[in-house]
T-cell receptor, first 116, second 112 residues
Framework: DGGITQSPKYLFRKEGQNVTLSCEQN?????MYWYRQDPGQGLRLIYY???????QKGDIAEGYSVSREKKESFPLTVTSAQKNPTAFYLC???????????????FGQGTRLTVV | GQNIDQPTEMTATEGAIVQINCTYQ??????LFWYQQHAGEAPTFLSYNVLDGLEEKGRFSSFLSRSKGYSYLLLKELQMKDSASYLCAVMSVKTGANNLFFGTGTRLTVIP
């Protein structure tokens, strides 16, 4: 079955450590996104990528880094520079071109990161 | 940039009807989505509007007015399982590609 997979579901990190969140999709989508969600809040865009080897900063990119070496994969690294990393992280993918109805974003199940 | 506003919280009674509003300001508008999100889970797609008017899908309907920058999600015959956050998201054409921007979400509580 086609879908988008995030791992791990729960992640604990010590202060000062970098940590990488995985996101893989087999939907053949060109666009991939990372969002951060804090308790009781909406989704805020961290980074997005419309094509392999290219990505753009979203609204809250500071303290995060990404790569897009393969169409299927868009890992997110939370660096030690991110001062408040505890949050729920959601990865999504969508088609770039095509009928607007095809641009629905599909979400992974999320990774809950806690800094200890 | 994008500016998307929705109420933070709403409460409604089981069996009733509730309307969740969303206003937006964006350049390159290319559609508006509504997503449902239960606590700790990923958002799931509910509806999409790109033309003015009402789209009906079972108990859920969504309305769009592009000239007013306004949309609403209408939930009929409310059930307890409808308690969730409802996210309004605007698709904006940016540098030739589509990007999806979310509001902060409306937390709906359905009471008996």
């Amino acid at each position: 079955d086609g879908g988008i997979t995030q791992s791990p579901k729960y992640l604990f990190r010590k202060e000062g450590q970098n940590v990488t969140l995985s996101c893989e999709q087999n939907l053949n989508h060109d666009a991939m996104y990372w969002y951060r969600q804090d308790p009781g809040q909406g989704l805020r865009l961290i980074y997005y990528s419309q094509i392999v080897n290219d990505f753009q900063k979203g609204d809250i990119a500071e303290g995060y880094s990404v790569s897009r070496e393969k169409k299927e994969s868009f890992p997110l690294t939370v660096t030690s520079a991110q001062k408040n990393p505890t949050a729920f992280y959601l990865c999504a993918s969508s088609i770039v071109d095509g009928a607007p109805m095809n641009t629905e974003a599909f979400f992974g199940q999320g990774t809950r990161l806690t800094v200890v | 940039g994008q500016n998307i506003d929705q109420p933070t919280e709403m409460t409604a009674t089981e069996g009733a009807i509730v309307q969740i509003n969303c206003t937006y300001q964006t350049s390159g508008f290319n559609g508006l989505f509504w997503y449902q999100q239960h606590a700790g889970e990923a958002p799931t797609f509910l509806s999409y509007n790109v033309l003015d008017g009402l789209e009906e899908k079972g108990r859920f309907s969504s309305f769009l007015s592009r000239s007013k920058g306004y949309s609403y999600l209408l939930l009929k015959e409310l059930q307890m399982k409808d308690s969730a956050s409802y996210l309004c998201a605007v698709m904006s054409v940016k540098t030739g590609a589509n990007n999806l921007f979310f509001g902060t979400g409306t937390r709906l509580t359905v009471i008996p």
